[in-house]
């Protein structure tokens, strides 16, 4: 072995113990990451709030909650506002609220809103008919039907 032998081993075992450093300080920080994730999973969990769930034929149902002025003065009397299917019946609309939202409405009343009328230029048409429902709930339920937006 000359000496050049011995110069290129030390540099080979210096990198290799280098390199046995550097696995060991990248295990210790994903551990460490590993554990904050999991500290701020539990804590978002126990943060969440009930939103709405679409499941069975409610999402068929309950198309879209009206958003408005009047509607969120309604809303503070326990009164909310869903654009509905125009085949579906009241029954229909208290199970989806409920499926949906897990609360059962005291009351459902419903109306038939026509489509305007519009121009487009020369030709002549109409919007598409649709259902509104106001829901009414008992007393101190509240549902969040602006959460995410």
């Known amino acids: 072995m000359g000496l050049l032998g011995k110069w290129t081993k030390k540099k080979e075992q210096e990198q290799l113990e280098a390199v046995g450093q550097n696995t060991t300080s990248v295990e210790r920080t994903q ?7 999991k ?3 539990k804590q978002a969990s126990s943060t969440t709030k009930k939103v709405a769930q ?12 009206i958003v408005s002025e009047k509607v969120a003065l309604m809303e503070m009397r326990g009164v909310y506002a869903f654009a509905v299917a125009l085949e579906a019946t009241k029954e229909d609309i208290k199970h989806a609220v409920f499926q949906t939202y897990g609360v059962k409405p005291t009351q459902v009343r419903t109306s038939h809103v026509e489509g305007k009328r ?3 230029g020369y030709a002549k048409g109409k919007r598409r008919d649709w259902k509104k429902a106001m829901v009414y709930l008992p007393k101190g339920m509240t549902i969040h039907v602006h959460e995410g937006v």
Do not use: A, C, I, M
């Open 31 to 37: 551990k460490d990451t590993k554990e904050r994730v």
């Open 39 to 41: 500290k701020t999973e």
């Open 54 to 65: 679409k499941t069975g034929k409610s999402y068929r149902v309950l198309l879209h909650p």
């Open 118 to 120: 519009v121009r487009f």
